[in-house]
């Protein structure tokens, strides 16, 4: 056996134990057999460029290449569903049903409703060729890339297995409660955001540049729906049947009834059991099992009227308030925690609650010893929506009430005007805000030094060796390599990534400093207008309040944040390393107020830039990116197959379409 042929049994051999694994939950060798398979394809294929396959199992790990997000027109559109919350409007859904089949006998396809990011798969020959998001429902984002690292999708189909030659399998993305909570717990040790829900989650690991993060972070999917124009049955529930033969990960949860009474119990089992299922649902989908019945109940200009959606109502439970902690983030910003007894809420098990603010905990007047009530529903983080106070007894204890100085650094708690949260001010000082600031400076949005994380940055800091960001610049290689260089490797790594944050555009540079309620956008439009940092700093919050989205608070606290003298030798010494403060000459060439004060809205596909392109050329030019058109909209960037009603809303409003090229004329 030659190497390419032996590249070949290896691709087939691996698709199969994917197949296995992922989908069937049936492997038929050990993780080290498969790892020993990978690394001699990977081996081969190294030697082999010529031999290189998109639909290898080897591309399963993704690419650390950042690239834009292609849309592409869905061949078939990508509608929504009606959502109902009662039995009542499912009971009106099936008679609908019989008085549109006019008699004729019909079965209902029941389904969990899972809770991702849908997602159209085109194959062509068995092989995976597109993976477009559903968008708008006319065009959707190509990601085939980052869904090919998805393992229980499958790339090439098993041969023989009697698929159609084109045809496309419809489902959802989802991120399963094991991922999403390993990947909450990381980003909460670093104090970024948590994701609210699996669906956000995963949604945004999806759209992820970096189809190697999206690898990482062991995204799922379930397949619900075939589609093409020769496909094997008029049965949805037989085709999706012949679709896992195929190797699509379709739910063992779907079942075909034929009356209104089983949909019913249909309903009430999985209201129930649903919570120990691995991934999130939120409802149930019912679906006209006949595909040729679905085709003569036909479409509303929305929604098929040959299927509905019901949703659940959000889950509650008591348990016993015990304690309430207090936690720093990087801002200062002060949170209160709620410590319970655990119980399981959405197939997690739940102890801790945010309980947001001092108003929030006076409005419920908290005692410790509650029986308080507890939801997930959509937003998944745990929230605290209410107490009840007919289960309070003698053995009740104190009323809690909001620290008055941090819990870190014990400097008296400030509170801002028209501000919820309590703040430590001294964040020169306090160890959650130094250590915070320096993990947001290292972080991808901002300087994005990836080969630093939270774990490194607090050993740098109880060793001594970073007390704030500037120090970063200074760190050498014999510092951190260990003992003997034992950790040579990582340590140059690590300087190298630190270099190269030099060249990191100013705007970026602005938003990493980590000023208090300066983000993304903020931090964009005042490097756009002040164009350097010695410019801002010479501005007064008068100045700033001209720059499009900066109010009153943005302005002070710019404007205080620069003033400080500690603030002013840490700009210098970060310029001193070589950091970025201006914006570069190819930058200022680039940009102009051609489009200042203007709001823009884009619709559409175009064929000479990306809709991301277009965005950052309508920020360039001083004009804003907005989603929705209303009577404050300047224009339309209109691009082919521009949706519908957003049409039909401009032209009812007056609103001005603009083409590409009058765009770009607009802006030469």
Known sequence: MDDKQLIEELRRQLHRHNRNYYVLNAPVISDQEYDALMRQLQQLELLHPELYDPNSPTQRVGSDLGGEFRQVVHKRPMLSLANTYNKGEVGEFYRRVEEGLQGQEFQICCEMKFDGLSISLHYEDGRLVRAVTRGDGVQGDDVTDNVRTIRSIPLILPEGSGFPREFEMRGEVLMPWESFERLNAEREAREEPLFANPRNA????????????????????YLYYLLGDDIPCDSHFANLQRAREWGFKVSGEMRLVRSLQEI???????????????????????????????RSLGLTAKSPRWAIAYKFQAEQQETILRNVTFQVGRTGAVTPVAIMDPVQLSGTMVHRATLNNEDFISALDLHIGDLVQVIKGGEIIPKIVGVNTDARGSGLGERVSFITHCPECGTPLVRFEGEAAHYCPNDTACPPQIKGRIEHFISRKAMDIESLGPETVNEYYQMGIIHDVADLYDIRVEQIAGMNSTRMKSAM?????????????????????????????AAKALARYFKSIDALAAAKAGDLLQVNGIGEVIAQSVVGWLAKEEN???????????????????????????????TVVISGVFARHSRDEYKALIERHGGKNVGSISGKTSFVLAGENMGPSKREKALKLGVRLVTEDEFLAMIE
């Open 202 to 221: 995963a949604s945004g690991t999806l759209k992820s540049k970096n189809s190697a993060v999206v690898a990482q972070r062991g995204l799922d999917a």
């Open 568 to 598: 002013q030798q840490l700009i210098s010494r970060l310029r001193a390393a070589g950091v970025r403060f201006e914006l570069s000459e190819e930058e200022l060439s680039s940009h102009s107020d051609k489009l200042q004060g203007q």
């Open 264 to 294: 019913f119990d249909y309903i009430d089992y999985w209201d129930e059991a649903r919570k120990a299922l691995p991934v999130a649902t939120d409802g149930i989908v019912l679906k006209v099992d006949s595909l040729s019945q679905q």
């Open 493 to 521: 790594k690590i300087v190298q990534g630190i270099a190269q944050s030099r060249e990191v555009p100013f705007e970026r540079v602005l938003y990493a400093l980590g000023i208090r309620f300066v983000g993304e956008i």
